[in-house]
């Protein structure tokens, strides 16, 4: 079992960067596929950015591609996501995610195990 907890959320005006991380404890981190997801308010939850657990392979959604850069650092077992450029649509919910098998990158259902979620505000 592996315990996430996500920070680095907050209030940014659009255009700028913010720096989720995603620290993990428990079994072994360089175990997990890793992944990031968000929540905005009255929408479902969708897949933003994955990473495998050499963090060689990265997978992220059309609506962040170039702008979001998800990485790993396995000896900190912990995961980030670089966010520059941000825009108002970006404002969510983000949360880590954790997979021990090797599913779907983009799945919600292939992850086990979850943070609570850091809030992310872009203000136009």
């Known amino acids: 079992q592996v315990q996430l907890v996500e920070s680095g959320g907050g209030l940014v005006q659009a255009g700028g960067s913010l720096r989720l991380s995603c620290a993990a404890s428990g079994r072994t981190f360089s175990s997990y596929l890793m992944g990031w997801f968000r929540q905005a308010p009255g929408k479902e939850r969708e897949f933003v950015a994955a990473i495998s657990r050499s963090g060689v392979d990265t997978h992220y959604a059309a609506s962040v591609k170039g702008r979001f850069t998800i990485s790993r650092d396995n000896a900190k077992n912990t995961m980030y996501l670089q966010m520059n450029s941000l825009k108002p649509e970006d404002t969510a919910v983000y949360y880590c995610?954790?997979?021990?098998?090797?599913?779907?990158?983009?799945?919600?259902?292939?992850?086990?195990?979850w943070g609570q979620g850091t809030q992310v505000t872009v203000s136009s």
């Open positions: 995610a954790a997979q021990s098998y090797s599913g779907s990158y983009y799945s919600m259902g292939a992850y086990r195990y």
